[in-house]
């Protein structure tokens, strides 16, 4: 699997719909949705889900944000059923095959992060979505995996968390079945396990809101220095893990945006408490970074900044997409790399 900041053929989104599914902050979370969907499209073409009978809100939002999302006919749309938008964890992983540079689909089973939620159109969407793009060849593999919960950087080294493909609600393999399982069709000599994610993640800990790869060779980690910050604990366990894993002076510490967090604390704003700048997406030229409106954006910024030097670095607003629905830019993007 390439690391995601090499050249994409597209990116996979889905437009936001139900309210129920938004906690009633549907509209604010389509606000950001358009603004992450705007950026992408001036970069690379997108395919765009959009369910039955939401074809006429998309447009309408379109023409009240007044946005121009025609660059370069790398727009397309397609109406398929849905439950959800999460589309890294939903749509097909692609891998490239080293000896021919073909582009080799694998759709993984999906359960609903673990039986949480209705799931039964997003396990079948990814066959469709194969379909839509022309692909033949895939690995249909009968293992529940998200790609939120595998990190790679395209040189052999991934990352992922026991919480999450371990947890009983997922395929129940043990890490040694896992871990080869892993390796196989990711490519990967290493593959480093962390006991967890953030506390309160709704996917058991997703490895993608907590520990990235970059082109640079540093490893950004989300950390704080507070004791009182519900993640304290995990976050300095994982920063001592990766230490013994990796050369200690690849880490670089990411910022959590902590009033944002203490706000989500102390008003019960479950979701928002996992908020963290990990969660950023790249394209094939920018990478776009979560802002929560927090004096730790731009400190973020500047740090994922230094290390993708080939990729211009866009911070956008987040805030409503992860305190409504529990994720953010890179939960909401599944990249198809240039084969």
Same mark, same amino acid.
């Given at each position: 699997?390439?690391?995601?900041?090499?050249?994409?053929?597209? =990116?996979? +989104?889905?437009?936001?719909? &139900?309210?129920?599914?938004?906690?009633? *902050?549907? !509209?604010? #979370?389509?606000?950001?949705?358009?603004?992450?969907?705007?950026?992408?499209?001036?970069?690379?073409?997108?395919?765009?889900?959009?369910?039955?009978?939401?074809?006429?809100?998309? =447009?309408? +939002?379109?023409?009240?944000? &007044?946005?121009?999302?025609?660059?370069? *006919?790398? !727009?397309? #749309?397609?109406?398929?059923?849905?439950?959800?938008?999460?589309?890294?964890?939903?749509?097909?992983?692609?891998?490239?095959?080293?000896?021919?540079?073909?582009?080799?689909?694998?759709?993984?089973?999906?359960?609903?992060?673990?039986?949480?939620?209705?799931?039964?159109?997003?396990?079948? #969407?990814?066959?469709?979505?194969?379909?839509?793009?022309?692909?033949?060849?895939?690995?249909?593999?009968?293992?529940?995996?998200?790609?939120?919960?595998v990190e790679v950087d395209g040189r052999g080294n991934g990352m992922t968390t026991r919480s999450c493909l371990l947890n009983p609600?997922?395929?129940?393999?043990?890490?040694?079945?896992?871990?080869?399982?892993?390796?196989?069709?990711?490519g990967l000599e290493k593959l480093v396990w962390l006991d967890q994610g953030l506390v309160g993640d709704h996917t058991d800990g997703?490895?993608?809101?907590?520990?990235?790869?970059?082109?640079?060779?540093?490893?950004?980690?989300?950390?704080?220095?507070?004791?009182?910050?519900?993640?304290?604990?995990?976050?300095?366990?994982?920063?001592?893990?990766?230490?013994?894993?990796?050369?200690?002076?690849?880490?670089?510490?990411?910022?959590?945006?902590?009033?944002?967090?203490?706000?989500?604390?102390?008003?019960?704003?479950?979701?928002?408490?996992?908020?963290?700048?990990?969660?950023?997406?790249?394209?094939?030229?920018?990478?776009?970074?979560?802002?929560?409106?927090?004096?730790?954006?731009?400190?973020?910024?500047?740090?994922?900044?230094?290390?993708?030097?080939?990729?211009?670095?866009?911070?956008?607003?987040?805030?409503?997409?992860?305190?409504?629905?529990?994720?953010?830019?890179?939960c909401l993007a599944q990249q198809v790399p240039q084969g």
């Amino acid at each position: 699997m390439p690391a995601q900041w090499m050249p994409h053929q597209l =990116t996979i +989104l889905a437009f936001p719909f &139900q309210e129920e599914e938004w906690q009633g *902050g549907l !509209l604010p #979370v389509r606000r950001e949705f358009m603004g992450f969907l705007q950026q992408i499209v001036v970069d690379e073409p997108v395919l765009l889900i959009v369910a039955p009978g939401e074809e006429a809100s998309f =447009t309408e +939002l379109q023409g009240a944000l &007044q946005l121009d999302l025609a660059h370069a *006919g790398n !727009l397309r #749309v397609v109406t398929l059923p849905l439950n959800d938008v999460w589309m890294r964890d939903i749509a097909p992983i692609h891998l490239i095959s080293k000896n021919t540079q073909q582009l080799i689909a694998v759709k993984w089973q999906f359960n609903g992060w673990g039986g949480k939620f209705s799931h039964h159109h997003d396990s079948e #969407v990814g066959y469709q979505l194969m379909e839509l793009t022309g692909v033949s060849n895939f690995f249909d593999v009968p293992i529940i995996l998200e790609g939120g919960a595998v990190e790679v950087d395209g040189r052999g080294n991934g990352m992922t968390t026991r919480s999450c493909l371990l947890n009983p609600n997922r395929s129940g393999l043990d890490e040694g079945e896992f871990s080869q399982i892993i390796k196989d069709y990711f490519g990967l000599e290493k593959l480093v396990w962390l006991d967890q994610g953030l506390v309160g993640d709704h996917t058991d800990g997703h490895i993608d809101m907590v520990a990235r790869f970059t082109p640079s060779g540093h490893i950004l980690i989300n950390h704080t220095e507070n004791p009182h910050n519900p993640h304290y604990q995990v976050l300095q366990e994982n920063y001592q893990q990766l230490s013994r894993e990796f050369d200690g002076s690849c880490l670089l510490c990411l910022p959590l945006p902590e009033q944002t967090i203490e706000f989500a604390v102390d008003g019960d704003f479950t979701e928002l408490s996992c908020a963290n700048y990990a969660n950023f997406y790249t394209t094939s030229r920018s990478v776009i970074v979560p802002a929560f409106a927090d004096p730790a954006d731009e400190v973020a910024h500047q740090i994922i900044s230094g290390c993708f030097p080939n990729h211009q670095v866009v911070s956008l607003p987040a805030r409503s997409i992860l305190q409504y629905g529990g994720g953010i830019f890179n939960c909401l993007a599944q990249q198809v790399p240039q084969g």
